[in-house]
């Protein structure tokens, strides 16, 4: 009974290059959330996906940064011309339908050199 | 806008003892849920305990409990016979009821456990 699965645990850019970052969920769970935690700062909520759906990228910039979570496969959080300020965890939460059992991958660490 | 505030940066306790962890939150919704999670140097998000704000009896998992006061939109965690591998970063977060889950986040409090 795999949990969620991130990978890679660590990621370098170099600027300018492009990153992504990949969830597999807990098997049976449809939501994805993407949450991005700064360097001595809490986490912050980025996007919330469903299967194939964009549900909420309310917390998500509006420039470089996009996510899918496909019918069938991983979540994937593809960073754009990354730049020293991305340098951030970034942590896949997922959930079933019907309750608030959300659990977490242990994050892929991004360092922008 | 739902917010998260958690005004104690850093604790510490002595090994046995209780140490008690402050969070307070602003919405504006009846139905919501409230979580303390650890996040230990390893990095992983780990669950301690979670709240629905409809109940009124606390939740307690073995030696964590919380003081939940709806009135007052508080939501403290009590850690009872504190263990060195409690030593971690604790968050605590709201979620609303409904379709949209996510989760806001307070800053976090680091606590420290002393031998």
Redesign the interface.
């Known amino acids: 009974n795999a949990g969620v699965m991130q990978n890679p645990r660590h990621l370098v850019r170099r600027r300018g290059q492009e990153a992504r970052l990949r969830c597999s969920p807990v098997k049976g769970h449809s939501?994805v959330?993407w949450?991005r935690q700064l360097p001595e700062?809490?986490?912050?909520?980025m996007v919330?996906l469903q299967k194939e759906n964009i549900?909420?990228e309310s917390?998500m910039p509006k420039e470089r940064f996009s996510a899918e979570f496909p019918k069938e496969g991983p979540s994937i959080l593809r960073i754009q011309q990354v730049v020293r300020g991305d340098s951030a965890?970034y942590?896949c939460?997922s959930?079933p339908a019907a309750n608030?059992g959300?659990t977490?991958g242990?994050?892929t660490?991004l360092t922008v050199v | 806008a739902q917010t998260v505030t958690q005004s104690q940066p850093e604790m510490s306790v002595q090994e046995a003892e209780t140490v008690t962890l402050s969070c307070t939150y602003d919405t504006s919704e009846s139905d919501y849920?409230l979580f303390w999670?650890k996040q230990p140097p390893?990095?992983?998000?780990?669950?301690v305990i979670?709240q629905e704000a409809y109940k009124q009896q606390n939740a307690t998992e073995n030696r964590f409990s919380v003081n939940f006061q709806k009135a007052a939109k508080s939501f403290s965690l009590k850690i009872s016979d504190s263990q060195l591998g409690d030593a971690a970063m604790y968050?605590c977060?709201y979620?609303n009821a409904g379709?949209?889950?996510?989760?806001?986040?307070?800053?976090?409090t680091s606590l420290a456990v002393n031998p």
Do not use: C, P, T, V
Request: aromatic content about 28%; overall charge positive; glycine content about 12%.
């Open positions: 939501h959330y949450y700062e809490g986490l912050k909520f919330y549900i909420d917390g965890a942590f939460a959930s608030y959300y977490f242990s994050g660490r | 849920y999670y390893s990095r992983q998000m780990i669950l979670r968050f977060a979620a379709n949209n889950r996510k989760l806001i986040w307070g800053l976090g």
